[in-house]
């Protein structure tokens, strides 16, 4: 089994531990915006705290994230320089530990090189079922393991996995985010997640916060997980998951908001649901505006926040 059993305990509180002991702090810097989108700073504040709902995307947004995203598109920032990433690792760096556990002939530039050959493998496979497929990193990695000789079960795979995210891509929680998530909860909205993710994904709530996102207030049927789904945002699978339930709640889509990092995943997707859209913008590692990719042409979010605490203020 590549997926974690969610009733696993062992399992899970051995990989918890693996994702603390790899932590270290990570400050976010505020980056620059547009001129045009300034005003957006000053929005009116019912665009987000007064929402009966709020949904958060996870990588960048609740937690800093040292490549700004999760698996090839994390990766794509850090070669773009954005952060450290696998290019210019050093003999001692996790990348390269991690490579020589394989083989000693591998290096820490040989394991994402394998992993975006086999991601885009995949993505060419389901291209006729899907514009926006996700991956099974454990399933990536066991192919690996397998080739080397190397234990290639769940387990196995499970930990090469998240070692590997947490070498090109280090996490650490975003200032407030503890804080904004109970003042919310406490306040009786609505909240739930909207992420691309793999299985080791919500153990980043329990390593940092000490519990699951369930027990720290998020509805447990508006998380939403893209490897869970098979499909990563900005699919409309992913939204329409959350529509359903929001309505079952008796809660529209003009009464949620949806906070993220990255127009396209986050914005562009939120918008189409019909979600108030708040822009995370206190971190440049994280920040992703794609003026660049047409399918933004004259998208703007309800608002742009560079703090979470700014969620919470005055509830």
């Not at 509180?13 to 702090?25: N, V």
């Not at 006729?128 to 991956?135: F, G, K, L, S, Y």
């Not at 804080?179 to 997640?193: K, M, Q």
């Amino acid at each position: 089994m590549d997926e974690l059993d969610r009733t696993d305990e062992v399992e899970r509180r051995r990989l918890a531990a693996i994702i603390r002991e790899s932590a270290a702090p990570l400050e976010p810097q505020a980056p620059p915006l547009p001129p045009d989108w300034e005003g957006l700073l000053s929005a009116p504040r019912d665009s987000a705290a007064g929402s009966r709902a709020l949904l958060f995307d996870v990588y960048g947004t609740l937690f800093c994230s040292a490549a700004g995203d999760i698996g090839p598109a994390g990766e794509a920032g850090a070669e773009a320089g954005i952060s450290g990433g696998p290019a210019g690792e050093t003999a001692d760096s996790p990348l390269e530990a991690l490579a020589r556990r394989c083989d000693p002939r591998l290096t820490g530039n040989d394991l994402p090189a394998f992993f975006r050959r086999k991601v885009s493998e995949i993505h060419r496979s389901r291209a006729a079922e899907t514009a926006w497929p996700e991956v099974s990193a454990p399933k990536i990695w066991a192919e690996l393991l397998r080739e080397q000789g190397l234990a290639a079960d769940g387990r196995a795979s499970r930990e090469f996995a998240l070692r590997y995210e947490l070498a090109v891509n280090p996490v650490w929680p975003m200032p407030g985010a503890a804080e904004t998530i109970a003042a919310l909860r406490d306040s009786g909205r609505v909240l739930g997640i909207i992420s691309n993710a793999q299985f080791f994904t919500p153990l980043l709530f329990e390593a940092f916060f000490g519990a699951p996102p369930e027990s720290l207030g998020f509805d447990p049927e508006l998380i939403i997980w893209s490897f869970a789904m098979g499909e990563a945002k900005p699919s409309p699978r992913l939204f329409d998951a959350a529509l359903r339930t929001l309505a079952s709640r008796g809660i529209s889509a003009a009464e949620t908001s949806f906070v993220g990092n990255d127009m396209l995943s986050d914005i562009y997707g939120a918008a189409r649901a019909g979600f108030q859209c708040v822009l995370f913008a206190g971190d440049s590692r994280s920040l992703r505006l794609r003026h660049e990719n047409p399918l933004l042409r004259g998208l703007r979010p309800s608002r742009i926040i560079r703090s979470l605490g700014e969620l919470a203020a005055g509830i």
